[in-house]
């Protein structure tokens, strides 16, 4: 049964052949291609590391105000109860609603060298801004324009990623983008820290406004040069930082790793065709529904600074014990992601990360000792390293043109974030310092997770077994070696 002409056939994951597919040198032998195709992911990762530090950037932009909450930022734009958490929560609110338009644009224009430097420059103004706020209500209107001004990047840098990344790549590039997440959660928290105690009162400035003001302008200076580090598309005409040859190397890897048909069209046509692509695909909506449990139960997060406060220490102690636990998430997120493409194997690479975080939380429900407290921050860091995880495994198993991948990498984004602002609402004050109640509540939402990955991964299988019999099917109809999906034995990844 062949596909019909208007459904484009998804990335698929290879079942483990070590044959090489494609020489991309041609008339050279294979190992000088080898060596070739190493020297290419060499120049590019260190292209890409640009990304890493945005990302760091841009997760320490976005989190200040829970570390400006610690110094007077409630108090001084005098907020009740609820309103912090709608400063929390609006900024998802532009940041999903502008996720798919602007992965849209981005496949538009074409340029991410100067569109995600141009989104990088804009939240770092937008962010310095909030520094200035005076009111509540000024500071909810800043927060709204961070998220739509951010979320450009985020969806971008993994679309880029992939569409110079094969599929047996991506999983730890993402994580080494992701990583930034962890790092900024990490040593945002100490600058915040080294910012909050050494500029209070500098220039009669509060120590939370120029917490804003020092990390906005990095962002500034940052987004400058990122314009000309950040590399274009690999079908880009002239690439300066490559030879010819290794630029054309770049353009067959990825059409060699996706559907030749749907990779080579281009224009506005397809953007669009790209989108219907992606909202007509059961799969697509089966693991975007998946990814927001799994990124609901990584949305503690946000006030992963109050969690440490029960602790029992002062401020400055507090925030210097948010690092090691995303440290450490972010050593393991490097391993399990290596291991993932490695083995090919993503499912159980989301699950077991999101289950040890479950048991984080299953600990602080039953007790405020501080060893096992703190020891229980280490175990549900780790939901996050599940979350990456997930990325990879969305991006290769629900992928087709170059435009459904864009749309579906932001669709899975934006409702994903959504999560975020519902967890904006789920530490009260008055439920701390136990937070039983949000605890059990992130028990019950992590294990519907794992529940709907494991779902997920069972319908890939067997859509792999449907294509096995489709596949002997026509090698016994034809009499030919080759069947549907072709000699690599091309599958979902499970």
């Not at 494609?22 to 292209?47: C, F, H, T």
């Not at 400006?68 to 609110?93: H, P, T, W």
């Not at 224009?109 to 909030?130: D, E, R």
């Not at 281009?266 to 065709?273: C, S």
Request: proline share 3%; charged share 15%.
């Amino acid at each position: 049964m062949s596909a019909s002409i208007g459904e484009s056939r998804p990335l698929l994951a290879s079942s483990g052949s070590t044959e090489p597919r494609y020489n991309g040198y041609s008339g050279i032998p294979d190992e000088q291609a080898k060596v070739a195709e190493e020297s290419l992911l060499r120049k590019l990762d260190l292209r890409m590391s640009i990304l890493f530090l945005i990302y760091i950037l841009n997760f320490v932009d976005r989190e200040s105000v829970a570390a400006a909450r610690l110094r007077g930022f409630e108090e001084d734009l005098k907020l009740d109860k609820d309103q912090f958490a709608s400063i929390l929560s609006v900024f998802y609110f532009g940041y999903m609603l502008m996720q798919i338009p602007s992965n849209m644009m981005l496949v538009h224009i074409g340029k991410p060298s100067i569109f995600l430097a141009f989104c990088t420059m804009m939240w770092g103004t937008v962010s310095f801004s909030i520094g200035l706020a005076t009111s509540y209500h000024g500071a909810l209107l800043l927060r709204f324009f961070l998220g739509i001004v951010e979320a450009g990047f985020y969806p971008g840098a993994l679309y880029l990623i992939s569409r110079w990344y094969k599929r047996s790549e991506i999983a730890q590039r993402t994580a080494y983008l992701m990583c930034g997440s962890f790092i900024g959660e990490a040593f945002g928290a100490l600058i915040a820290s080294g910012i909050l105690d050494l500029m209070d009162g500098v220039l009669g400035q509060a120590a939370w406004r120029w917490l804003f003001f020092v990390e906005g302008g990095l962002t500034v200076v940052v987004a400058v040069f990122a314009m000309f580090i950040i590399p274009d598309f690999p079908e880009t005409k002239h690439v300066s930082w490559l030879t010819p040859e290794e630029n054309e190397l770049a353009r067959r890897r990825m059409i060699e790793d996706s559907d030749t048909k749907t990779t080579l069209l281009t224009g506005k046509d397809i953007i669009f065709a790209g989108f219907w692509d992606a909202v007509s695909d059961w799969k697509v909506w089966g693991m975007t529904i998946t990814y927001y449990f799994v990124a609901s139960a990584a949305s503690f997060h946000i006030y992963f600074p109050t969690l440490a406060a029960t602790l029992g220490f002062d401020a400055g102690i507090t925030m210097l014990l948010c690092a090691p636990p995303w440290l450490f998430a972010a050593a393991s997120t490097l391993w399990i992601s290596r291991h993932s493409d490695k083995t090919g194997e993503r499912c159980m690479h989301v699950v077991v990360p999101v289950a040890i975080g479950t048991v984080g939380f299953i600990l602080s429900i039953f007790t405020m000792n501080v060893i096992i407290r703190y020891f229980s921050l280490f175990l549900m860091a780790l939901v996050k390293t599940g979350l990456i995880g997930f990325l990879a495994w969305a991006s290769a198993a629900t992928s087709g043109s170059v435009a459904k991948r864009a749309v579906v990498i932001a669709l899975v984004n934006t409702f994903g974030h959504f999560s975020n602002m519902v967890g904006s609402y789920l530490w009260k004050k008055e439920w701390g310092p136990t937070y039983k109640k949000s605890f059990s509540l992130y028990t019950v939402i992590s294990l519907i997770s794992i529940t709907l990955c494991l779902f997920m991964r069972m319908n890939f299988k067997r859509l792999n077994r449907q294509m096995d019999l489709e596949d002997e099917q026509r090698r016994n109809e034809s009499g030919s070696e080759e069947g549907l999906v072709g000699k690599n034995g091309w599958r979902y990844h499970t």
